[in-house]
């Protein structure tokens, strides 16, 4: 299995990115897809994930500005995010459940300035 991720870049604050994390399987297959962030000092933090049923959830920080979706055909995620802001800079990385089996993508870079 593997997950490419894509899409970082470097915007100002307001500015808005899409991410993609494309897998090399069908998204049937996972039980969640997910987004996590580094920032340079700091631990990976959750930031959203999808569940195979559709179902999404978001870190207090980026809900209301920041929307995960799929497309099953592209057997690809999402995450939409808006408004963003200085704090959101990191290294953004997908991940996905399958069973017990926990798969990583590499990460892609977002740094926004102010």
């Known amino acids: 299995v593997q997950l490419q991720a894509s899409g970082g870049g470097l915007v100002q604050a307001g500015e808005s990115l899409r991410l993609s994390c494309a897998a090399s399987?069908?998204?049937?297959?996972?039980?969640?897809i997910g987004w996590y962030r580094q920032a340079p000092g700091n631990q990976r933090e959750f930031v959203a994930r999808i569940t195979a049923g559709g179902q999404t959830d978001y870190s207090d920080s980026v809900k209301g500005r920041f929307t995960i979706s799929r497309d099953n055909a592209k057997r690809t995620v999402y995450l939409q995010m808006d408004s963003l802001k200085v704090e959101d800079t990191g290294v953004y990385s997908c991940n996905a459940w399958w069973g017990t089996a926990s798969f990583w993508g590499q990460g892609t870079q977002v740094t926004v300035s102010s």
């Open positions: 399987v069908s998204l049937s297959r996972f039980k969640t």
